[in-house]
């Protein structure tokens, strides 16, 4: 496909957060060949990112890495950019809590409506540490574990 793609539009950010720099081109442009079985189509998008992590008081440079995406949506590089940035924040605010707070992944709990179950309770303990106040949902759950006052008070019980 990167041979097939011409831009018809850039939008370039830079981020800098949690010791790295990260550079984004984000590149749109019309439906190329071979997305025949696509009809609604509408763009083509292209991202080339570069991430620069901090170790040891030096930023080392990683090899740029290209990902694309096809889209029905007609909006501009910047929209798109935001709006694939935007898949990050359910990734860290729903995902990343569950699978590692929480433990799901490793959970041998496979069959019957057991998973179903723990996959509410664990929703219902995320929603209420954020109801809480609670931005570490390891540390709530720790807090929970330690105090049962505690936990008590999260669900509204006293």
């Not at 763009?43 to 029905?72: A, C, D, H, M, W």
């Not at 910047?78 to 959970?107: C, F, M, T």
């Not at 998973?115 to 809480?132: E, G, K, Q, V």
């Amino acid at each position: 496909m990167e041979a097939n793609f011409t831009a018809t539009e850039q939008y370039q950010e830079t981020v800098k957060s949690h010791g790295r720099i990260d550079h984004r081109t984000v590149s749109i442009g019309p439906t190329c060949e071979g997305l025949a079985d696509w009809p609604s189509v509408r763009t083509v998008v292209r991202i080339e990112s570069q991430r620069n992590v901090l170790k040891g008081g030096k930023y080392i440079v990683n090899k740029p890495f290209v990902r694309f995406f096809i889209t029905s949506l007609n909006e501009s590089a910047a929209e798109l950019a935001a709006r694939i940035r935007a898949y990050w924040h359910v990734e860290n605010k729903v995902h990343y809590p569950r699978d590692v707070s929480q433990g799901e992944d490793a959970s041998r709990i496979r069959t019957g409506m057991l998973p179903h179950a723990m996959s509410a309770a664990r929703d219902f303990a995320l929603n209420a540490y954020r109801a809480a106040g609670c931005s570490n949902m390891a540390k709530a759950a720790r807090d929970c574990s330690y105090n049962f006052n505690y936990l008590l008070s999260l669900i509204n019980l006293k």
